[in-house]
């Protein structure tokens, strides 16, 4: 039921994207609004921050590792193609993680998954704020067993002068594990020219006691002390050619708890994004 509850919000978002007439946003944090057509029939007067916007962006991501909130989730070299579709406030974004290579043939049974997730996220952009609410529908291979669906809500909460910013990030897993929580809190630097962009994060995250027992601790008996917590930093270049653009990034955690129950006490990881947009 909760999976068909997903399918439908997505088919609703995507039925009211098809009523918009054609414009592009191209920064959250910049502010700048283009045109794409009709020229003779639309003036750059008349675009204002509540012109209508439409527009479509494709990824093909290939990541030394999934690493999700710090904890390892597979050993691998992982491919993670996306496309999203943006109307207005609106984008409906679909992602998925395949495996490519395992660096340890031991950890492919234990690991080996297949995932696809579903976003659909809403934006409000304000001159010194920006929100996303992103309700994620994760499908997990194989399907029907075990968690094979999860249904988190995502709102992330920046307020920025000039580029520098500060961000609220909560997660909410409200299945399969009801009530988990990871709460990410920090800073962020993000610079955006016609040519290339860059993405600074430093942050601190908390995890609740069901967050930590499912995802970290995984109920064994006596494993859990206090929550889950972790400095994060990532960084990310994006280089503009036309329509298309290269993304090196870099992700790395510094575990402040748990290190002798997950086996390490950093963790990163890097990649390499190639996109269309």
């Not at 390892?72 to 998925?96: E, G, H, I, M, R």
């Not at 594990?177 to 908390?206: C, I, Q, R, W």
């Not at 270049?237 to 006490?265: E, I, M, W």
Request: charged residues 20%; hydrophobic residues 35%.
């Amino acid at each position: 039921m909760t999976f068909r509850l997903s399918a439908i919000l997505v088919l609703s978002v995507f039925a009211l994207c098809l009523k918009c007439p054609a414009a592009t946003f191209e920064s959250f944090h910049n502010r700048s609004y283009s045109l794409i057509n009709e020229p003779d029939t639309v003036t750059v007067d008349t675009v204002t921050a509540d012109t209508i916007i439409k527009s479509f962006k494709i990824e093909s991501d290939f990541n030394s590792k999934y690493l999700w909130h710090g904890v390892d989730l597979q050993d691998a070299l992982t491919w993670n193609p996306n496309v999203t579709y943006t109307c207005k406030n609106f984008s409906v974004n679909v992602w998925a993680n395949l495996p490519v290579h395992y660096y340890n043939i031991e950890d492919k049974e234990e690991q080996d998954f297949k995932e696809i997730d579903i976003n659909l996220n809403y934006e409000i952009e304000k001159e010194v704020s920006y929100t996303m609410i992103t309700h994620s529908a994760q499908i997990y291979s194989p399907l029907g067993q075990g968690d094979w669906y999860w249904g988190l809500i995502n709102v992330f909460q920046g307020f920025y002068k000039g580029d520098i910013g500060v961000y609220i990030n909560p997660e909410i897993n409200y299945y399969p594990f009801k009530g988990g929580m990871f709460f990410e809190t920090g800073l962020n630097y993000n610079h955006e020219s016609d040519k290339s962009k860059v993405d600074v994060y430093l942050a601190h995250s908390t995890a609740n006691k069901v967050f930590t027992e499912y995802n970290v601790s995984g109920n064994e008996q006596g494993t859990y002390s206090r929550p889950f917590q972790t400095i994060k930093f990532d960084v990310s270049y994006q280089y503009n050619l036309k329509s298309v653009f290269l993304r090196p990034h870099f992700t790395y955690f510094h575990l402040l708890n748990y290190a002798d129950v997950l086996g390490y006490k950093n963790n990163f990881s890097f990649g390499m994004a190639i996109g269309l947009k």
